[in-house]
C-alpha cells in the first residue's frame, strides 16, 4: 500500500517475523528476538509483522507512521522535546494517521475478502 506525506511517496508492506528482525538487524546492527514493525525512513518504507492479529498491526502502524510524521517534518532534529511538543506532534499528527490507518484497514479486508473467493 502506498500513501504521501510532505509531496513524499512511501510504501508499507507486511512482513514475516523473520524477516523483519533480518531487516532490524541489518538497518541497526542490534540482536533482535521480535520486530513489531520497522521503518526505513530513507527508503520511504514501513514494515509490519502480517503474523501479528489486526489490533497489533493497527497499533504497530501507528507507532511506525509517527516515526514517518517526525522523519518528513524534521522532527528528528529537535534535542529535547517537551510535553508541549508532544501535545502539538500528537494534534497535528492525527488526521494524519487516522487517514492512512483508514485505508490500511480496507486494504486487510479487501484482501480477506480476496481470499475467501479463491
Given at each position: ?41 530513507s ?14 498491526q493497527?497499533k ?26 508532544v ?13 492512512i ?18
Amino acid at each position: 500500500m502506498y500513501f504521501e506525506i510532505n509531496k513524499d511517496k512511501w510504501k508499507i508492506e507486511e512482513k514475516s517475523k523473520q524477516e523483519l528482525i533480518d531487516i532490524y538487524q541489518s538497518q541497526y546492527s542490534e540482536e533482535a528476538y521480535y520486530v513489531f514493525g520497522v521503518t526505513i525512513k530513507s527508503e520511504h518504507l514501513i514494515y509490519i509483522n502480517k503474523e501479528m492479529c489486526e489490533e497489533q498491526q493497527i497499533k504497530t502502524l501507528k507507532h511506525e507512521l509517527t516515526h514517518c510524521y517526525i522523519w518528513e517534518y524534521g522532527l528528528y532534529n529537535v534535542p529535547n522535546f517537551n510535553e508541549e511538543m508532544v501535545c502539538d506532534l500528537v494534534s497535528s499528527i492525527n488526521d494524519f494517521i487516522n487517514e492512512i490507518v483508514d485505508k490500511y484497514k480496507k486494504e486487510v479486508k479487501r484482501r480477506k475478502v480476496w481470499k475467501k473467493q479463491y
